[in-house]
């Protein structure tokens, strides 16, 4: 477990280093904010055609092979987005990072295959942990590593330095990551014909609860990527901010979502459940976002980011630890995948239309649409089913528990 905690640390503080500094990057090649959410919408649309076939191929090749080369990839693409001189080179940057990002469905599983459900919710903590860890770290460094100035910014070292962490947790991967899944477990997953595997993964989706989740947190995820994607554009204009005071912010945001996910999640979930923390996370987002257009000072910004990071660190890993009790062990690789595919495709359409709200409705709107959306989330997460696990959902193959404890 902890050699996955670091290797996807590593990976998501390079890639928390070019969150940031995307918009200004953008807005250095005269895109406006509709642009920006475009270009901010690439990386995650090529990331939702992708996360379901890693995630299928981790089943059948094993985490561990599909990890490393979704690592060598984004090194890859950070390499090329430091060279972009052209608007359409970030853009194709973004699109290969976003093809190569199987890392993340991958860890997810692992995570599935070497946890049990009493501390899945624990498990999932660590790799939110991790999500929370690159975003102290990651935007700090890359802004202060491209200035506080939008005009004279450095987007080149930034992107050098991300692609310098992927080639790390490649190495760190190829040296102390183990395969979690069992050479016998992959050779059942192989053998079997694509329509069968097909029925058991819709089987798997029609399982209690899962489908409700996936909405849960598609729409959670929605709103929250508006946030990220339009933020930077409206402390400029708000606050006068640059990379580097937007890289302080979100690694203050950072910093709540690993004290959150790593050292409470655990905890939280035990006492409260999975459910109630939807619920938490729900209002907790709600406010904290729509209070963001009121804020004149930063301590007040910095109260009402503190408490819409607390509703998005609640929600993600409760809901991804509620879908995984539901799933036979068979199936988490494909079904982590398309729940990843869930989001991603979440991270599409909310830059999209934060960035479309932004252009031409005012900097204040996606702020205010995020909050109405996370009441309909309030009312499913209420709706969300209590836990409970189904072993398996058909008699031949066995699943991964048959014969092979965790």
């Given amino acids: 477990m902890l050699s996955l905690f670091l290797i996807v640390v590593v990976d998501l503080i390079g890639f928390g280093i070019i969150i940031p500094l995307l918009p200004f990057y953008g ?43 979704s690592l060598a990839g984004a090194a890859a693409a950070y390499v090329w987005l430091a060279f972009a001189d052209a608007l359409w080179m ?8 976003g093809l190569m990002a199987g890392n993340i469905a991958a ?14 919710a624990k498990g999932m903590g660590l790799i939110g942990a991790a999500f929370g860890i690159g975003f102290i770290l990651g935007p700090a460094v ?26 790390l947790a490649l190495l760190l991967g190829l040296l102390r990551l183990p395969e979690s899944l069992p050479a016998e477990v992959r050779a059942r997953m192989a053998a079997l014909p694509p329509g069968r595997r097909l029925d058991q993964f819709l089987a798997a989706l029609r399982l209690p ?39 302080w912010l979100f690694a203050y945001i950072g910093l709540m979502s ?21 619920v938490q996370g729900a209002v907790a987002l709600a406010l904290g976002i729509g209070a963001i257009p009121f804020c004149t000072e930063v301590w007040h910004l910095l109260i009402a980011m503190a408490v819409a990071a607390y509703g998005f660190s609640v929600i993600n890993p409760a809901y991804n630890s509620l879908i995984s009790q539901q799933v036979p062990d068979t199936d988490q690789g494909g079904v982590m995948g398309v729940t990843r595919s869930a989001t991603t495709l979440a991270r ?22 995020g909050a109405a959306v996370m009441a309909a989330v309030l009312l499913l997460a209420l ?20 014969g092979n404890p965790r």
């Avoid at 860890?107 to 899945?120: G, L, P, S, V």
């Avoid at 479309?356 to 702020?367: C, E, I, N, Q, V």
């Fill in 27 to 69: 807005e250095h090649f005269k895109a406006d904010p509709q642009t920006v959410g475009l270009l901010m919408a690439t990386y995650s649309f090529a990331q939702f055609v992708s996360a379901p076939l890693w995630g299928r191929l981790s089943d059948r090749a094993g985490r561990r092979p599909v990890l490393l080369l």
């Fill in 90 to 97: 970030l853009f194709t940057a973004r699109a290969l990072g």
């Fill in 107 to 120: 860890a997810f599983a692992y995570m599935a295959d070497i946890t049990t459900k009493e501390n899945r």
């Fill in 142 to 167: 890359g802004g202060i590593l491209a200035g506080p100035d939008p005009l004279t910014a450095d987007y080149r070292s930034p992107a050098l330095a991300a692609a310098g962490l992927s080639l």
């Fill in 209 to 247: 609860g899962v489908g409700l989740l996936m909405l849960l947190g598609f729409l959670a995820t929605f709103v929250f990527a508006g946030l990220e994607t339009t933020f930077a554009m409206w402390s400029r204009r708000a606050f006068g901010w640059g990379p580097e005071q937007n890289g």
């Fill in 258 to 278: 690993a004290a959150i996910q790593g050292g409470l999640m655990g905890r939280l979930a035990a006492r409260f459940g999975e459910k109630n923390l939807l």
């Fill in 348 to 369: 599409v359409l909310g830059p999209a239309w934060a960035g479309m709200l932004f252009a031409h409705l005012g900097r204040d709107w996606p702020y205010f649409s």
């Fill in 383 to 402: 709706a969300v089913p209590g836990r409970g696990r189904v072993e398996a959902t058909h008699a031949d193959p066995p699943s991964q528990a048959d």
